[in-house]
């Protein structure tokens, strides 16, 4: 049967989207209904592709391809690999749970679930994306409601935030714009066709010099999605302002947009610069590890925390994409997984507590494991999840991330490894200020424990962590042919690139020696 | 001696004659059955207008060169065409009840904007460098009189006068640059200019060097690029808002016709030599207007500086050049069109007789007391900073494009940008409307029926034309036959 699904999940939020502008907005109640049977449906239909999905094929599957702007040689392709499935299944996951988060969400509720269920389209749209162009209005579309989001239901300094995330963003990614449009006309000379399509430019060879540019342009565009090291500084702006829901999906996907980025657009596209720029990613991501986490551990700000830490977890992620093996990145797609799934649990917790307390200083906290003791052990797993406790998903991740580095790069991993240590510190220290000691406070003596919403909250992220923790073949052998291609992929335009270059310097020497020979022969004469 | 009078095409000027003939007939009415006629004169202007759009669309296709080839009627005039009877349409629906309001109801006001049409619509069909130059006089001079419409207004007469004498001072360059092309050549028609200069090396001539320089200015003023802008803030500001908005489009995009046609066929070698003049004028514009549009406080003379830096991105097309280029401009002046209008239809909505609401913290809150209108002003606000889904991004998209495709990548880094930087201000009216308190009770709105016509027209254009841009992408590049 030849149904359009992935249309339908990516477009379906978008129709809720429009089914609420038409509900009057004092029914507070019915808006939210509509927006969670639209996000649990959306999060259903999404189901199949996880059961349907080939595990024998490298090619993209569920693809439609339809064309959209013929004049540009635009198409509405989209499709998804192992390296997309289990992102296109974490954001339909995530913006329920988000969805569900908001419940208690006082202040224009429409506004906000509309603005919810439109980032929801945006967020799935850039993942199934399979061209250009298209890919690149997703990736922008969904810069407006995440804007909204954090500014009107954010915190005090909400306006500055959403305006330095906004600003960030687009200023990285106009200059993605510029390079996509330079490669469509470089596949143009090459093959004489106007097309957009990733498949048919993935066959395009580009010359070393243009390919070192373009990465940079690209990199840019994710560098500061993801974000890496020095181009971080908008994250615990736009987290700490966020709404908690905002800041989950900020956390959960929307950086993984910046990884992805680099595993589906950069690598493929620039592998020569790609394996040039190694060092210098690699330096950078090692500096985010270490000085996310160094910088989370000062921080008295829960919120905070979490923020930094996650610039120290992404910088995991990148230094596995760019090791070019198969355990570095299945380790980095993984710990995409996986990151989205516990700090998205932990923004969840903070929010929890904040809304019972209205502050999210840990030194207001302290020996809430008492009155708490459901939250207590959730808050426990998720923390240790983050950490990477063996049995827990974020070891997988972070494991095979590492032994992949070994594999490469001595030093490096010893790097990083540093900091796993480090992540424990922190979150150990905060788990141990929050939830042990005494409870002095007496504000806090008034808690009450998690509800039955809470619960159905945190429960099934729990379940996830125990699942990838202990079991997570499932997952790994659906993107085990997918990562082996396109590794393959990668290496053979490498060496390709790198025999040209062989060929040019010999050729050079050769005509050196012919200069020498024909002097020579002039002496002689 | 026998005066042979040289065969003449009524047919190929005939929307100019519809809008000519019926803008006279407003006016008489307008003496004779003031009574009766008044009110409705909006009405009858607008069917006129979309009665000439109707047959204005019929004449696709063909090239007819006229009246001893002073006149052409190609795609490229029929679309361009197409651009300023849809801004009039819209304008006059915006007009209807905001000059009821501001109680400046006279019939010449809607006469006075066909005139305006009617010299913008021989702008862009002129063959000949003198027909250019009358169509840019009678649309000038109708719109220094519109300029200083609220006649008991200090600023609008300020507007009105300093447009006029800056105006004046700016065709006076134009004239004598085409008295120097005309000099060296012997001829102002367009063509001949092109084949004379093919023949002959140009660049080496002063003369033509000087009238080039000359017309750059000429035209520079009228669309407004830096060092030319000084006056369009002030009479923008200034001007009634409906003929702020007018401006703002029509004229600019008659301007751009005119640029194009006398770059691109009759000088396209000084074009392509001379492209690192526009090249800087074009970085210029962009930079200069996005920057200064930051710290403006007053929504309309933010929207002029932004109108700067779009004639900034439209130059930009006219540098690149080529079918991609002029294709790229037609496309960009449509959808600019289409979003600026819609944006200056927010204001017009949201002033009221004397009190014009115009600076920006005056739309605090709007998002939540008319969240529909304050949507629509978002979106109106995203689509001119070029994000997607909205046609304004689709057109930038268009021009980078073009600019890469002819090499010119640098102009396309510093384009985009410029885009970011433009982010910033056009995120500061969406931050008013839905971050901020509202400072004080909103009036009711000025909403009539025609506004609204006029928001949904324009919301359509920034939205369909956005997803859907296909056809009007084919259009346009049929519509570059300028070779």
Not at chain 1, 208 to 223: C, K, V
Not at chain 1, 409 to 434: E, P
Not at chain 2, 395 to 417: D, P, Q, R
Request: proline share 4%.
């Amino acid at each position: 049967m030849n149904l359009p699904i992935l249309t339908i999940i990516t477009f379906l939020p978008l129709f809720g989207a429009i089914w609420l502008l038409f509900v009057n907005g004092e029914n507070q109640e019915k808006i939210k209904r509509i927006a969670l049977v639209i996000a649990i449906g959306d999060f259903i239909i999404s189901l199949p592709l996880f059961f349907k999905f080939k595990l024998n094929t490298s090619e993209f599957q569920f693809i439609e391809n339809v064309s959209w702007i013929k004049e540009f040689g635009i198409s509405y392709h989209v499709g998804i690999d192992g390296i997309s499935l289990f992102l296109f299944l974490l954001t339909s996951f995530l913006t329920l749970i988000c969805i569900l988060a908001s419940w208690n969400v006082k202040d224009r509720i429409k506004e906000y679930m509309i603005a919810m269920l439109i980032l929801e389209t945006g967020m799935l749209g850039v993942f199934i994306s399979l061209d250009l162009f298209l890919f690149y209005v997703f990736w922008e579309l969904m810069l407006i409601p995440m804007y909204l989001l954090i500014g009107v239901w954010g915190g005090p300094r909400r306006i500055y935030a959403t305006i330095k995330f906004f600003i960030f963003t687009m200023a990285g990614s106009v200059l993605m714009l510029v390079a996509i449009i330079v490669i469509y006309f470089m596949n143009y000379e090459a093959t004489g066709e106007y097309t957009f399509d990733l498949l048919k430019i993935y066959n395009l060879d580009i010359p070393m010099g243009a390919q070192f540019w373009l990465f940079l342009a690209f990199f840019f565009a994710f560098a500061i999605k993801v974000p890496m090291f020095p181009f971080h500084t908008w994250l615990p702006d736009a987290h700490v302002e966020a709404p908690t829901a905002g800041s989950v999906i900020l956390a959960g996907v929307l950086l993984k947009m910046g990884t992805y980025g680099f595993v589906r657009f950069s690598l493929p596209l620039f592998p020569y610069a790609s394996h040039q720029f190694v060092p210098l990613i690699a330096w950078l991501a090692i500096a985010g590890i270490i000085y996310g986490a160094l910088v989370a551990m000062v921080q008295e700000d829960l919120k905070k925390l979490v923020a930094y830490s996650s610039v120290s977890h992404l910088g995991f992620v990148m230094l596995g994409i760019f090791v070019f093996n198969i355990q570095g990145m299945e380790g980095s797609i993984l710990q995409m997984i996986n990151h989205g799934l516990s700090t998205g649990a932990l923004f969840l917790l903070v929010g929890m507590i904040y809304e019972r307390r209205h502050t999210r200083l840990i030194a207001d906290f302290g020996g809430l494991t008492k009155k708490m003791p459901m939250f207590a052990i959730f808050f426990l797993i998720i923390t240790l999840s983050s950490i990477g406790l063996p049995g827990l998903n974020g070891f997988v991740g972070e494991f095979l991330v590492l032994v992949g580095v070994f594999k490469t790069n001595v030093l490096y991993a010893v790097l990083a490894t540093t900091g796993v240590i480090l992540s424990a510190c922190y979150m150990l220290w905060m788990f141990q200020r929050v939830m042990f000691n005494k409870l002095t406070n007496p504000e806090n003596k008034k808690l009450k424990d998690i509800n039955m919403r809470e619960w159905a909250l945190l429960l099934p992220i729990t379940i996830l962590v125990f699942w990838i923790g202990i079991y997570p073949k499932p997952i790994i052998s659906r993107m085990d042919v997918s990562v082996n291609h396109l590794l393959t992929q990668v290496d053979e335009k490498y060496k390709i690139t790198l025999n040209k270059l062989k060929i040019e310097d010999e050729e050079a020497a050769y005509a050196i020696k012919e200069d020498e020979s024909t002097e020579h022969t002039i002496e002689v004469d | 001696m026998e005066i042979v009078i040289p065969p003449f095409d009524l047919k190929s000027i005939s929307p100019i004659l519809i809008i000519t003939i019926s803008a006279m007939l407003i006016l008489v009415a307008d003496v004779f059955f003031r009574k009766t006629f008044r009110d409705s004169l909006g009405y009858i202007s607008f069917l006129i207008v979309v009665l000439t759009a109707m047959v204005a669309c019929t004449q696709m296709g063909k090239t007819v060169y006229s009246f001893s080839d002073m006149f052409v009627v190609d795609n490229f005039s029929v679309f361009f065409n197409l651009i300023f009877l849809v801004s009039t349409a819209i304008v006059i629906l915006l007009s209807v009840s905001y000059i009821k309001q501001e109680g400046i109801n006279y019939g010449e006001y809607y006469t006075l904007i066909l005139f305006a049409t009617m010299g913008m619509m021989l702008m862009a069909g002129g063959a000949d460098l003198l027909t250019i130059f009358l169509g840019l006089e009678i649309m000038s001079i109708s719109l220094y009189v519109l300029a200083g419409f609220r006649r008991d207004c200090v600023r609008s007469n300020e507007a009105s006068l300093k447009y006029f004498l800056l105006g004046a001072f700016a065709t006076c360059f134009l004239l004598y640059g085409i008295a120097m092309l005309y000099g060296t050549t012997g001829t102002t028609n367009i063509k001949e200019i092109a084949s004379f200069l093919a023949n002959n090396p140009s660049l080496s001539n002063p003369m033509i060097v000087t009238g080039t320089s000359l017309l750059i200015i000429g035209f520079g003023f009228k669309v407004a690029c830096v060092p030319f802008h000084k006056w369009t803030p002030d009479v923008y500001e200034g001007a009634p808002t409906a003929i702020t908005a007018f401006m703002s489009v029509g004229p600019k995009a008659a301007a751009f016709a005119a640029f194009t046609r006398v770059f691109l066929v009759a000088l396209p070698d000084v074009e392509q030599k001379w492209s690192i003049i526009l090249w800087v004028l074009a970085v210029l514009t962009m930079t200069v207007g996005n920057l200064v549009a930051i710290v403006q406080k007053n929504i309309k003379r933010m929207l002029a500086y932004s109108s700067i830096a779009h004639a900034g991105y439209a130059l930009m097309a006219i540098i690149a050049g080529g079918d991609f280029g002029s294709s790229s401009l037609l496309f960009y002046m449509l959808a600019y069109t289409f979003m600026n209008l819609g944006a200056f239809a927010v204001v017009i909505v949201l002033g009221r007789k004397g009190k014009e609401n115009a600076n920006i913290e005056d739309y605090s809150g709007l998002g939540f007391k008319h969240p529909l209108l304050a949507v629509t002003m978002c979106i109106f606000m995203f689509s001119l900073a070029g994000i997607p889904p909205f046609v304004g991004f689709i057109g930038k998209f268009y021009i980078f494009s073009a600019a890469i495709k002819n090499g010119f990548i640098i102009l396309a880094i510093i384009g985009v940008v410029n885009s970011v930087i433009s982010v910033y201000y056009y995120l500061r009216v969406t931050v008013v409307m839905y971050m901020k308190k509202p400072v004080r009770e909103f009036a009711p709105l000025s909403l009539s029926p025609f506004v609204i016509l006029a928001l949904i027209i324009t919301l359509w254009g920034t939205i369909h034309l956005g997803i859907f841009p296909a056809r009007l992408i084919d259009l346009a590049q049929k519509s570059t036959l300028l070779y």
